[in-house]
């Protein structure tokens, strides 16, 4: 029981990156590479507890979230409108787009488990619409209109759970090569072709959005002047929330490796993989995947909003009319596109394009921050700065590389 508590705004973190996208992300890295690409997801868990700390830490020893340290940081006129312009293109719009993908992915989830129900095919003839996507929407709503950290929390630590339980077991029940592993996480290899995967695997885990939404929750739940105590806390939040989030994907990855890895059978989305588990490990594989997909989907869709309403509160002040306003723009764009089932490709495409801009820039700006004499004796020490600078210098690569793909 005392395990439980020590879940808290680093759960908000993995369930922000343990979306339909990493699901997809991951189910396609264990089917074509089996376990060969799991030292790329060992670096993204590192990497994100590096910087999820630092933006904690910040959050809770200035009492104010990225956002409006960023602010505050950025005097210069033009430098800070290009950043607000990123910051929008990136995570307001972009996960405005991500959210529907949220939506649908929690759709097929749902599907999976109860399939063509009478009432679900009696309103897609008659209005053509994604009934799944519009009550699953409608619940993340509902949660969200609250306006209660707490109760957001419980939610996603009780997702996170949940998904923790689903893909876990179907791991457990496709019997995965323990030895493979081993070697996948310990030995760096990069099959050919897997470049794209390996970037994609590291850009659903360590993301801009997840930074802004961490530093305002942590600030949020640990307003005290006792800054020793909450950082320790927030610090055992952080070792059981964001590893426990790897443990999900790597579980994905064993998942569909055991499934197609070498099999000669091709993997289009994590809905297919759902149900091509039965035949090969029976009904109960089937349905803990569906149910792990339902709860990504619900999750990220609850912090996807989220996240969005956070950056921008920071950056232009929001007042708590306008912060509610944004998330729910962003909640009803994703019901409309899942819905509809629209492909709004040019705008992830574009979302894309602009998180490669803009997580090495926050990491950047966030690395100034936590150096900053305003946080006293709590500012980074040199092996803290050694390891984000190091952390960096990978996401300029990454970026440069995510840019060349996209834009050639």
């Known amino acids: 029981m005392r ?30 590479f089996g376990y060969a690409l799991l030292w790329a997801l060992l670096f993204s868990v590192l990497a994100t507890l590096i910087l999820q700390e630092m933006a904690a830490r910040l959050g809770i020893v200035t009492g104010r979230g990225l956002g409006e340290n960023l602010r505050q940081q950025l005097q210069h006129p033009l430098l800070r409108a290009l950043l607000y312009l990123l910051v929008i293109a990136a995570i307001v719009l972009g996960n405005s787009a991500y959210q529907g993908g949220n939506l649908t992915g929690a759709s097929l989830g749902a599907e999976a488990i109860w399939g063509d129900t009478a009432w679900r095919l009696a309103l897609t003839e008659q209005s053509k619409l994604n009934p799944w996507a519009l009550l699953l929407g409608a619940i993340a709503a509902a949660i969200l209109w609250q306006g209660r950290y707490q109760l957001i929390e419980r939610w996603l630590i009780g997702l996170v759970l949940l998904m923790s339980l689903a893909f876990i077991s179907s791991m457990l029940l496709t019997q995965p090569a323990w030895s493979a592993i081993l070697r996948g996480l310990l030995v760096p290899q990069l099959p050919e072709g897997a470049t794209l995967t390996v970037i994609a695997l590291i850009g659903t885990t360590v993301v801009p959005y997840s930074l802004f939404l961490h530093a305002a929750s942590a600030a949020r739940k640990w307003q005290t002047t006792d800054k020793s105590q909450a950082l320790a806390e927030s610090a055992a939040d952080l070792r059981n929330a964001i590893p426990l989030g790897g443990l999900i994907t790597l579980a994905i990855v064993s998942t569909a490796a055991s499934a197609f890895f070498g099999k000669g059978l091709t993997l289009s989305n994590a809905g297919e993989l759902a149900l091509s588990l039965e035949p090969l490990f029976g009904a109960s594989a089937r349905y803990l995947m569906a149910l792990g997909l339902l709860a990504a989907g619900l999750s990220s869709a609850l912090t996807a909003p989220l996240a969005a309403a956070y950056a921008l509160q920071g950056l232009l002040a929001l007042n708590p009319q306008q912060f509610r306003l944004t998330w729910l723009l962003v909640m009803l764009i994703g019901i409309t596109v ?45 092996r803290q700065n050694l390891l984000g600078f190091s952390v960096l210098a990978i996401t300029l690569l990454l970026s440069s590389r995510t840019l060349y793909l996209a834009l050639s």
Request: hydrophobic residues 50%.
């Open 3 to 32: 395990f439980i508590p020590r879940f808290g705004p680093a759960t908000l973190v993995s369930a922000a990156f343990i979306g339909p996208g990493t699901v997809v992300t991951a189910s396609l890295a264990g089917a074509n």
């Open 338 to 382: 899942s819905s509809m089932e629209l492909k709004p490709l040019s705008v992830i495409w574009f979302a894309q394009v602009a998180n490669g801009i803009l997580l090495p820039i926050i990491t950047l700006c966030l690395l100034v921050a936590v150096n900053s004499k305003a946080l006293g004796h709590y500012r980074n020490t040199k």
